[in-house]
């Protein structure tokens, strides 16, 4: 079974500052997704990466995949406070991370 | 419409009792799939269609648990005998084309109490 890891698990950060989200996950894979999941609401798609190298941006996020190296990264930059929620990476549709719930404080 | 919508959004259920829930698709939306979601966890696969064809099932817990899609619109997800474990928020996810590389446009989901 493809098991998908994310860390941190919890991060809490200032506005203003940079992170990464980190995803591994276990098996060959081309097809890896992130999430954005806000308390009690459901998931809306962040990003879709199809291919090795992969880079797409939307605002103060960037994700990338490296398919060699079975990662993917979630990068933040210049947080606000709107971007507090869960972020999750899945693979092939259907293999969830964990999750990463983000804080940004004021 | 507008979005995906999921009916009812709350279910309560006494143990061993039936349940159907309803998943209504963006309009025109090939692909649509069933996902478990337990408290603090992340979303758990269960099954997928494209029109109505139940491509892959393989998520489903155990035979108490029936999806199916006959026109290839509208999906109900039916869990026989409910159990305490069956308890979580049941999302639903559609998407444009049948190619597993499309985005995905969740519902708000049933959260499912089983008592």
């Known amino acids: 079974e493809l098991k998908v890891e994310q860390n941190p698990l919890f991060l809490s950060m200032q506005e203003g500052k940079n992170y990464t989200i980190y995803c591994n996950y276990s098996t060959t894979s081309d097809r890896l997704y992130w999430y954005r999941q806000d308390p009690g609401k459901s998931l809306e798609s962040l990003f879709v990466l199809l291919s090795n190298g992969a880079v797409k941006q939307e605002g103060r996020l960037m994700a990338s995949l490296d398919t060699k190296a079975r990662l993917s990264t979630l990068h933040i930059t210049a947080a606000v406070h709107d971007l507090s929620a869960t972020y999750f990476c899945?693979?092939?549709?259907?293999?969830f991370g964990t999750g990463t719930s983000l804080t940004v404080i004021p | 419409g507008a979005g995906v919508s999921q009916s009812p959004r709350y279910k309560v259920a006494k143990r061993g009792q039936d349940v159907a829930l309803r998943c209504d698709p963006i309009?025109?939306?090939?692909?649509l799939f069933w996902y478990q979601q337990a408290l603090g966890q992340g979303p758990e696969f269960l099954t997928y269609f494209q029109n109505e064809a139940q491509l892959d099932k393989s998520g489903l817990p155990s035979d108490r648990f029936f999806a199916e899609r006959p026109e290839g619109s509208v999906s109900t997800l039916k869990i026989q005998r409910t159990q305490q474990e069956d308890s979580a928020v049941y999302l639903c996810?559609?998407?444009?084309?049948?190619?597993?590389?499309?985005?995905?446009?969740f519902g708000p989901g049933t959260r499912l109490t089983v008592l």
């Open positions: 899945a693979v092939e549709s259907f293999y």
């Open positions: 996810a559609s998407s444009f084309q049948g190619f597993l590389t499309d985005t995905q446009y």
């Open positions: 309009s025109g939306h090939v692909s």
